[in-house]
């Protein structure tokens, strides 16, 4: 009996990884896309460029989070502050990591999306155990 508990809290938690994964992968492809038009095409500044795309990915990833992962069936405030929180916490890694490696390193804007690959794993964390509880 103990097993069959288990293995479900098992597949639950690795769909819900999965699913984390897909909308997060979703968020980060528009929010990298959006930081590489806005410095390509617009000449914004790298930075200003990850803060704007980080946007663009939040609402995103807000947005489905909230109806593909966690499956909350409505809004709550508390949640969205959380959220949002998390999500200026990733932003303050992404947008470290841009000056970093842009103004630091002296590496070419197109490394500034490096830190995008290892945020996500940091936001799963904080939204599992914190913002979506």
Known sequence: MIHQHVKKIKRKHIREIAIYGIVG???LFF????????????????S????????????????????????????????FTKFMITSIIGMCINVGGVRILTKIFMLAPEYGVIPTFITPFISFLISKFWAFR
């Open 31 to 46: 929010q990298d896309f959006a930081y590489w038009i806005l410095h390509r095409y617009f000449h914004v500044f790298p």
């Open 25 to 27: 992968l979703t968020a």
């Open 48 to 79: 200003v460029s990850m803060i704007l795309g980080s946007a663009v990915g939040m609402f995103i990833a807000y947005y489905g989070h909230i109806k593909y992962t966690f499956k909350k069936h409505r809004f709550s405030k508390r949640e």
